[in-house]
């Protein structure tokens, strides 16, 4: 196969909307192949049949496919290239990808800009350590979700939840919608992790119990699952003694975090954030690579596509400006940002003085707890440029700065930009 100005991994709506900002950039339709290893478009949005997509992007309420088709639409109508069943297995920092595909075989091609759109995964049992045997009937949230939406089979009847992400609170109403009863939605922390309008829509609306600060401790049955242990934890998120409880059901949904897919990232040497398991990336999404930007939930975890779509028509447009100006990048000084005082991480986490700051740039950051009638903040060197009064945080909601003129003007003479709760 032939080299590519751009590469895209990834064909979901983060990698769809990067390439259709590389296209609107000036990049032709053939120059840019997307890179899917699914047999469609569309990524994870296919399999979320409910509705909650798109309120911010189009003012409307659309399902995922429906959300993912826009975009497949005018990827199709422009004749964007992209290939799917084609799995990405390195990228390297001199921006050469190599893949398999039944159709091509094994191929390395060389791209003038790569943009990672690699989504993420869910956890699994193996990483929480549940005691008791290895019976069938656990199952991801996501793995449910596919066998329901895509598969059309029900995992289970009777169907205890652990973790109250989005995924989870989806998942409980879809279960109950297709006939099964869901006894409880347990979650280990004192709050959710999911968005506020999932709990009301998807628990509260079928009267489905959550249960804060509680986790599953035993997993019994042999071939199939028979019943699940839950206990109360204390602070320290241990179980406590004399609270557990029997709960006796045939399926175990595990909605117990994301983990960004960044295997590929990590090979290529790119240099990933400690906190949100993604690449550090500056304003224009480039990762500590040149050349190489990443984007959607591969770089941090979002709750919503809107944002998704926005972080990747950024990124798709500093790939097309990589490619067009023969690979320059800003040389003036770098920012660093950085949350303090309940704000868990800042992204993008450098700015370069000289580079494309502008009032269109957002930074999105996450809380580490829940908190109420807070200011968040914005400083410059330890002098506060913006405050704005929120009545509600909490870790499941990402939230968002976009900066005034004022404050572009202020970073970009700055070393230091802090996002902080006051
Ligand atoms: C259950 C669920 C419910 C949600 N509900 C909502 C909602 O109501 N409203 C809302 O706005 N958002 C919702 N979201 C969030 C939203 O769907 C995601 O934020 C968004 O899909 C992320 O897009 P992405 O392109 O980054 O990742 P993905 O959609 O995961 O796409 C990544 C793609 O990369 C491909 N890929 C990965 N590795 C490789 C490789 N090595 N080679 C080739 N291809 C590769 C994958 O196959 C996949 O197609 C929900 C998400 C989930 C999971």
């Given at each position: 196969?032939?080299?590519?100005?751009?590469?895209?991994?990834g064909?979901?709506p983060?990698?769809?909307a990067?390439?259709?900002?590389?296209?609107?950039?000036?990049?032709a339709?053939?120059?840019?192949l997307i890179?899917?290893?699914?047999?469609?478009l569309g990524?994870?949005?296919?399999?979320?049949?409910?509705?909650?997509?798109?309120?911010?992007?189009?003012?409307?309420?659309?399902?995922?496919?429906?959300?993912?088709?826009r975009?497949?639409?005018i990827?199709?109508?422009?004749?964007?290239?992209?290939?799917?069943?084609?799995m990405?297995?390195?990228?390297s920092?001199?921006?050469?990808?190599?893949?398999?595909?039944p159709?091509?075989?094994f191929?390395?091609?060389?791209?003038?800009?790569?943009?990672l759109a690699?989504?993420?995964?869910e956890?699994?049992?193996?990483?929480?350590?549940?005691?008791?045997?290895?019976?069938a009937?656990?199952y991801?949230?996501?793995?449910?979700?596919r066998?329901?939406?895509?598969?059309?089979?029900l995992?289970?009847k009777?169907?205890?939840?652990l973790?109250?992400?989005?995924?989870g609170?989806?998942?409980?109403?879809?279960?109950?919608l297709e006939?099964?009863?869901v006894?409880r939605?347990?979650?280990?922390?004192?709050?959710?992790?999911?968005?506020?309008?999932?709990i009301?829509q998807?628990l509260?609306?079928?009267?489905?119990?959550?249960?804060?600060s509680?986790?599953v401790?035993?997993?019994?049955?042999?071939?199939?699952?028979e019943g699940?242990t839950?206990?109360?934890?204390?602070?320290?998120?241990?179980?406590?003694?004399g609270?557990?409880?029997?709960?006796?059901?045939?399926?175990?949904?595990?909605s117990?975090?994301?983990?960004p897919?960044n295997e590929?990232?990590?090979?290529?040497g790119?240099?990933i954030?400690r906190?949100t398991?993604?690449?550090q990336?500056?304003?224009?999404?480039?990762?500590?690579i040149?050349g190489?930007?990443?984007?959607?939930?591969?770089?941090?975890?979002?709750?919503?596509?809107?944002?998704v779509?926005?972080?990747a028509?950024?990124?798709?447009?500093?790939a097309?400006k990589f490619?067009n100006?023969?690979?320059?990048?800003?040389?003036?000084?770098t920012?660093q940002?950085?949350?303090?005082?309940?704000?868990?991480?800042?992204?993008?986490?450098?700015?370069?003085?000289?580079?494309a700051?502008?009032?269109?740039t957002?930074?999105f950051?996450?809380?580490?707890?829940?908190?109420?009638d807070k200011f968040v903040?914005?400083?410059?060197?330890?002098?506060?440029i913006?405050?704005?009064?929120?009545?509600?945080?909490?870790?499941?909601?990402?939230?968002?700065i976009?900066?005034?003129e004022?404050?572009?003007?202020?970073?970009?003479s700055?070393?230091?930009?802090?996002v902080?709760?006051?």
């Amino acid at each position: 196969m032939e080299n590519k100005k751009i590469i895209i991994i990834g064909g979901g709506p983060a990698g769809l909307a990067a390439a259709i900002e590389a296209n609107n950039a000036g990049i032709a339709p053939d120059d840019i192949l997307i890179l899917e290893r699914d047999r469609e478009l569309g990524g994870i949005l296919n399999q979320c049949i409910h509705a909650g997509f798109g309120l911010h992007m189009f003012g409307e309420e659309l399902t995922g496919p429906e959300y993912a088709g826009r975009f497949i639409d005018i990827v199709k109508e422009r004749n964007i290239g992209y290939l799917c069943d084609a799995m990405v297995l390195s990228v390297s920092a001199e921006r050469e990808v190599s893949f398999v595909s039944p159709t091509e075989g094994f191929c390395r091609v060389k791209a003038g800009a790569i943009v990672l759109a690699m989504g993420c995964r869910e956890r699994t049992r193996g990483a929480l350590n549940i005691a008791g045997s290895r019976p069938a009937g656990i199952y991801s949230a996501g793995t449910a979700q596919r066998y329901v939406n895509i598969d059309g089979y029900l995992p289970g009847k009777r169907v205890v939840i652990l973790g109250s992400g989005d995924i989870g609170l989806i998942m409980a109403r879809r279960m109950t919608l297709e006939g099964a009863k869901v006894l409880r939605v347990c979650e280990l922390m004192p709050y959710s992790g999911g968005l506020p309008r999932n709990i009301a829509q998807c628990l509260d609306d079928f009267d489905i119990p959550l249960y804060l600060s509680h986790t599953v401790t035993g997993i019994h049955g042999k071939e199939r699952l028979e019943g699940v242990t839950v206990a109360k934890v204390g602070d320290d998120r241990r179980p406590i003694a004399g609270t557990e409880e029997y709960i006796e059901c045939d399926t175990l949904l595990l909605s117990v975090g994301l983990l960004p897919e960044n295997e590929l990232t990590r090979e290529a040497g790119i240099t990933i954030d400690r906190i949100t398991g993604g690449a550090q990336v500056d304003e224009t999404m480039q990762t500590s690579i040149p050349g190489i930007f990443a984007c959607g939930n591969v770089l941090h975890v979002h709750d919503l596509v809107d944002f998704v779509t926005k972080e990747a028509y950024r990124a798709g447009a500093s790939a097309a400006k990589f490619v067009n100006e023969g690979g320059s990048t800003p040389t003036g000084s770098t920012l660093q940002t950085e949350g303090k005082n309940g704000v868990r991480y800042v992204m993008p986490q450098k700015i370069n003085a000289d580079g494309a700051l502008t009032t269109e740039t957002t930074l999105f950051f996450r809380v580490d707890n829940i908190y109420r009638d807070k200011f968040v903040t914005l400083s410059v060197d330890g002098t506060e440029i913006f405050r704005r009064k929120k009545r509600f945080l909490e870790p499941g909601q990402m939230e968002n700065i976009t900066l005034s003129e004022d404050a572009v003007k202020a970073i970009r003479s700055g070393k230091t930009v802090t996002v902080a709760l006051a």
